[in-house]
């Protein structure tokens, strides 16, 4: 059984929900930061993924609406399944002009690779903005596989010679295809490629057998008749794919989310955490953020504070269990 969100798990972490956040900081709070120099925003993660996309988006709103008085600069960083990321923030200790936009890997390559002395719960939580999806993905020239079981045959019948592509060693998509391997009986070769948008090209055009993309990451190829979506790691099934199953529907208690949260520098100020409370709660109630989170199937409300740090020591402890089944880590 994998899941891997907080309410199926029994853990109610996802209550405080926008409405809750409108008012933002204090206004005396405000008035004591405001950012002097351009707003560095790390990306831990390659160009065209799904966490790029997102980021650049919340950077044009920021741009458009002037809710900053600097500009807001995306800077990617994917080495390492995200440790380049992860030790460039780590040293920013003290900094409130920087700032990172997170994946799973924010609790994965820190459990994988001790040696880079992260701890997630030194980072200061400024905002999830989301809880991204995973789907099956296959290429649509595969007429003889509509549904996860044709899937199944088809990777039996080529066993390690079947390709899923996926971004980076243990991330998000390395978990599925372990998961989906051992529930199958299945021998996948998982080949990690630098971005969600890199992995999606690859399997459009049939350099990959299967990928297990984000419907952000998918979307263009899956609207071109490229790709088809065969399931989904959701609790429901996603408005943008109505006939793709979830797998619970199929008999298979696959639940897994990805958090798409925003980041603070450790040690920054409490001023600045509220300047950065405060801008992101306008971005995560502006029209144009909402209608991203709809039209690309992102579900969760947003967290912040207390609740956000909470969220991400369950989380770690989540994944620190799944790596562990893996053999990832002891």
Not at 142 to 149: E, M, P, Y
Not at 160 to 187: Q, R
Not at 208 to 236: I, M, R, W, Y
Request: proline share 4%; aromatic share 10%.
């Amino acid at each position: 059984m994998l899941q891997r969100r907080g309410r199926t798990l029994g853990v109610s972490l996802g209550m405080v929900g926008a409405t809750a956040l409108v008012a933002g900081a204090s206004s005396a709070a405000l008035a004591e930061f405001k950012p002097q120099k351009p707003i560095e925003f790390v990306v831990m993660a390659g160009k065209g993924g799904g966490a790029d996309k997102a980021a650049r988006l919340m950077q044009s709103v920021i741009a458009k609406e002037k809710f900053a008085p600097v500009p807001v600069v995306p800077v990617n960083k994917p080495g390492g399944s995200g440790a380049e990321a992860l030790v460039y923030l780590k040293g920013k200790k003290g900094d409130n002009h920087t700032i990172m936009f997170t994946l799973n890997s924010f609790y994965t390559t820190p459990l994988r690779q001790k040696g880079l002395g992260v701890d997630v719960t030194s980072f200061t939580p400024v905002m999830r903005m989301a809880e991204d999806t995973f789907c099956l993905w296959v290429n649509s020239d595969r007429k003889d596989i509509n549904s996860v079981d044709d899937f199944v045959k088809a990777a039996k019948a080529k066993g390690k010679k079947w390709i899923m592509a996926g971004t980076g060693k243990a991330s998000e998509d390395n978990l599925l295809t372990d998961f989906l391997n051992k529930a199958y009986g299945l021998e996948m070769k998982y080949v990690p490629y630098k971005g969600g948008g890199k992995v999606a090209k690859e399997l459009a055009g049939n350099n990959a057998d299967s990928t297990v993309n984000n419907p952000s990451e998918q979307l263009g190829f899956f609207e071109a008749g490229k790709t088809k979506p065969l399931a989904c790691f959701t609790d429901e099934r996603i408005g943008l794919f109505k006939d793709a199953p979830t797998f619970k529907e199929i008999g298979k208690d696959f639940v897994y989310y990805m958090q798409r949260t925003v980041v603070g520098a450790p040690g920054m100020s409490d001023d600045a955490k509220a300047y950065y409370k405060d801008l992101f709660t306008k971005v995560f109630n502006s029209p144009d953020w909402q209608t991203y989170r709809k039209k690309k199937a992102l579900q969760g409300d947003a967290l912040s504070g207390e609740d956000l740090m909470a969220y991400w020591k369950k989380e770690r402890d989540v994944h620190e269990s799944m790596l562990k089944k893996m053999g990832e880590i002891k």
